[in-house]
Each structure stands twice: as structure tokens, then as C-alpha cells.
């Protein structure tokens, strides 16, 4: 268990929230990819993790 989920979770949220390979998005100018795929991650333990 990480952060109360299972491994399987944790992969499916990865693979959910991940942003396509570029280095910015277009909807975030500025922000690295890794950095919005960061957040997404954070959010989802935020609002409580539904894999």
C-alpha cells in the first residue's frame, strides 16, 4: 500500500492523469509536463483516490 492505495491503483492513476509527451502543454504554457502530471497526482489524493 502507498498512500492507501494498491500498487494496481497507484499504476491505473499514473497512466489516467499522465500528459502526452511534450515538454509544455497547451494549456499550461510554461509548466513542464512532469510538473502538470505532478499536480494531477497530488489532486487525486486530495480529493480522495478513486483508481
Partial sequence: MFCGIT????KELCDRTRPGPVAELP?????????????????????????
Fill in 7 to 10: 500498487p494496481r491503483e497507484a
Fill in 27 to 51: 494549456e499550461r504554457p510554461g509548466v513542464p509536463a512532469y510538473e502538470v502530471w505532478r499536480q494531477r497526482i497530488a489532486s487525486a489524493f486530495g480529493a480522495g483516490v478513486s483508481a
